[in-house]
């Protein structure tokens, strides 16, 4: 059964049963309101009969019309009390009728005794004395059956509270129970099997991609964990086929690195063959051939000369991930000024002026990171404008990695160039205003990669540009 169907059947049971509870204790306060009210009426009436009684002796003190008037106006009032007897409870009639009995028959007497109180013979006073004593007789009964209705209606409205507390003490303890029952088995479903999924997760993200939970719940839990099932299934054909596609890959890269660097390296001795005979040809026949020989002898000793600066940068890219050394501890400042003392002639040439902060040991490639200073370097200084090239480098430490930063003062690039610069043979200009042949920055970012971080530029067209790469810190 599905848990949203379940809380709603507990949501319907605990519904009905608060109304039923309700409406019990509803009917017991009702009840208790109800025998409130008789007493009320009770105590009024046992205080109307001693009232009555007062009044009988006051007028058989003094026989005035006062008198008389008061006393029939507080048993017509008695009445008016007892025109409400039937509100009292079934268990008090016997005990109302006697008072109706006696109060009717108190109005008779004193109606009697009315009419002896002008007497003077014995026998009259005898007469009155002898109705007064009925009179009050009858007035003590009324009020012995009065208490005696009292202390009875008192017991029950004591025992409905009695129930009422029973019953409110039971409806409160069932909805505790009702509520801490349901908590608890519900709970203890939905925790014990989230706790399997967590655990299923846990081996999961621990690569152990056969694990499944296989659920038999028909509930919302065992939906989820069917799909948990299903998402095991598709990371697993994710993960082989990914497995599948980098062991080609890094087959391919192989091959493909290994293929460089034999295409590289078995050019270079052919192609130094033909470099030297063309430049013999130039040096033997330049001015004895005519204008155009030249020029043609001239091209092809250009072309092979580009030719070998590009197989040799092409090795050396071959060489960033298959020939680089073991890290270790490496001084960037000490790499920065080897870098400084290859590129000597070439920033004296241009009349650089190159400055750093102090930079960090970082665990790398010692040889590599004075390559990447050097194509970082000797670029900022080549990309120069009308000004004097400035360049300075820096580093900073932020969120695990050093930043290196590389500033100059050159003639910056396009933002939508950023990208395309880091790629191999890419070149944004013309190789006789700036020689060379585009591969610099390809090698600086598979350095960077190598090293674990990454390389960007940022610049504008004409206001310098900053090139920045990461290391990692351990």
């Known amino acids: 059964m599905k848990i949203r169907t379940k809380l709603r059947m507990i949501g319907v049971i605990s519904v009905f049963t608060a109304i039923g509870m309700g409406v019990i204790l509803y009917a017991i306060r009702i009840e208790i309101l109800d025998r409130s009210k008789k007493n009320a009426l009770l105590d009024d009436i046992v205080i ?67 009419e002896n109180a002008g007497a003077r013979s014995p026998v009259g006073k005898t007469s009155r004395d002898l109705l007064a004593g009925q009179m009050l007789t009858r007035s003590q009964a009324m009020i012995s059956d009065a208490f005696r209705s009292i202390r ?45 999924l967590q655990a299923g997760t846990d081996r999961i993200a621990g690569g152990d991609l056969d694990f499944r939970l296989i659920a038999r719940e028909r509930n919302e839990i065992g939906d989820l964990s069917r799909a948990f099932d299903r998402m095991a299934e598709r990371l ?12 080609e890959l890094e087959s391919s890269n192989k091959d493909l690195e290994q293929f460089a660097y034999v295409a590289s390296h078995d050019l270079q001795e052919p192609l130094r063959m033909v470099a030297s005979y063309v430049k013999l040809l130039e040096r033997r026949y330049k001015g004895k051939l005519d204008k155009d020989a030249d020029e043609f002898i001239a091209f092809a000793v250009d072309g092979a000369e580009r030719m070998q600066k590009m197989i040799d940068d092409l090795l050396t890219f071959s060489r960033v991930g298959t020939r ?43 040889s590599q990171m004075v ?41 910056g690039i396009e933002p939508e160039y950023g990208d395309r610069i880091f790629r191999v043979f890419q070149r944004l200009h013309d190789r006789e205003t700036y020689p060379g042949t585009g591969i610099g920055l390809a090698i600086c970012r598979k350095i960077a990669e190598r ?8 610049s504008k067209a004409g206001e310098g540009s900053t090139f920045r790469f990461t290391i990692p810190t351990v």
Not at 56 to 65: F, G, M, N, S, V
Not at 451 to 458: A, F, K, N, Q, S
């Open 152 to 196: 009875r209606n008192r017991g029950a409205l004591i025992a409905w509270q009695e129930t009422y507390s029973k019953v409110f003490f039971s409806v409160a303890v069932l909805s505790v129970s009702l509520l801490a029952g349901v908590s608890f088995l519900l709970g203890r479903q939905i925790i014990r099997s989230l706790s399997k």
């Open 451 to 458: 090293h674990g971080g990454r390389i960007w530029v940022e």
């Open 236 to 247: 697993k054909a994710l993960r082989d086929a990914l497995r599948k596609n980098m062991a």
């Open 324 to 366: 680089g050394r073991t890290f270790g501890p490496t001084d960037a400042g000490a790499a920065m000024e080897q870098a400084l003392e290859n590129l000597q002639l070439f920033v004296k040439e241009k009349g650089a002026s190159v400055t750093r902060d102090p930079l960090p040991v970082v665990l790398a490639d010692g």
């Open 48 to 114: 109307g009969i001693m009232d009555l009684r007062a009044l009988t002796y006051d007028y058989l003190l003094h026989p005035e019309e006062r008198s008389r008037q008061q006393w029939y106006m507080k048993h017509a009032s008695l009445s008016n009390l007892f025109g409400r007897f039937d509100h009292l409870a079934a268990e008090n009639r016997e005990a109302a009728n006697a008072i109706l009995r006696n109060h009717n028959h108190l109005e008779t007497l004193f109606s009697q005794l009315m």
């Open 371 to 411: 390559q990447l200073f050097q194509n970082l370097i000797g670029n900022a200084v080549k990309f120069h404008g009308n000004r004097p090239p400035c360049v300075h480098v820096s580093a900073n430490k932020r969120d695990g990695e050093w930043v290196f930063s590389v500033r100059d003062n050159g003639i």
